[in-house]
């Protein structure tokens, strides 16, 4: 069965410090892994994501992220946070079935707080 | 500017009525989804739609339908069988169905209030 979990519901940094939201996934199959970012009362916009391709992902907004099988993980990082970074990340997997469907499944998200 | 519209963006009911809520697309997609967000809970997902004319139930479909009369749009009805019909929704869509490698775009939200 396919899961995601994101092992901080809330994390603070100060204004230019770097910034770490982990993912943890668990899929039977290879999976499609995604970062979204919900600002309040705003939809969610995708910052990156993974589909096979080479394992560290670079985002938009200098968020990128990297995939470790070996780990089942996909920790999003950024180097310096902006005050503009405070917001909900949403951690997402999606991947087949023995059905041949795929499932999108969210995260319980991580809220960003950054400090000035 | 293509894109996903959701409106309107604060919704107010009393309980016992039913609502829609509106969702389009220009992104010229096949797919298109609703989910309810609840604080600390994820997305959940409500109905999906792969083409023009079909949508399929998702984890927590009681108490609202949908439809897909046309490609570009896909409204949702909260009724009054929902029990718990106060949250934030979204739609979004994707260029097709479950297709692992496509992301899906999402609207603004609609949060809905019933009293």
């Known amino acids: 069965a396919q899961s995601v979990t994101q092992l901080d519901s809330h994390v603070s940094v100060s204004e230019g410090t770097p910034v770490l939201l982990r993912c943890n996934y668990s899929?039977?199959?290879?999976?499609?892994l995604f970062w979204y970012v919900q600002h309040p009362n705003k939809g969610l916009q995708l910052l990156l994501k993974y589909t096979s391709a080479a394992t560290l992902v670079k985002g938009i907004n200098g968020f990128e992220a990297e995939f470790k099988k070996s780990e089942t993980s996909f920790h999003l990082t950024k180097p310096s946070a902006h005050m503009s970074d405070a917001a909900e990340y949403f951690c997402v997997v999606s991947a087949g079935t023995t059905s041949g469907t795929y499932k999108y499944i969210f995260g319980t998200g991580t809220r960003l707080k950054v400090l000035a | 500017d293509g894109g996903i519209t959701q409106s309107p963006k604060y919704l107010f009911r009393k309980e016992g009525q039913n609502v829609t809520l509106s969702c389009e697309q220009n992104?010229?997609?096949?797919?298109m989804y609703w989910y309810r967000q609840d604080p600390g809970q994820g997305l959940r997902l409500i109905y999906y739609s792969q083409i023009v004319n079909d949508f399929q139930k998702g984890d927590i479909a009681e108490g609202y339908s949908v439809s897909r009369e046309k490609k570009e749009s896909f409204p949702l009805t909260v009724t009054s069988a929902q029990k718990n019909p106060t949250a934030f929704y979204l739609c979004a869509s994707s260029k097709e169905l479950w297709q692992g490698t496509y992301e899906q775009y999402f609207g603004p939200g609609t949060r809905l209030t019933v009293t």
């Open positions: 992104l010229n997609h096949d797919a």
């Open positions: 899929s039977s199959y290879s999976p499609s």
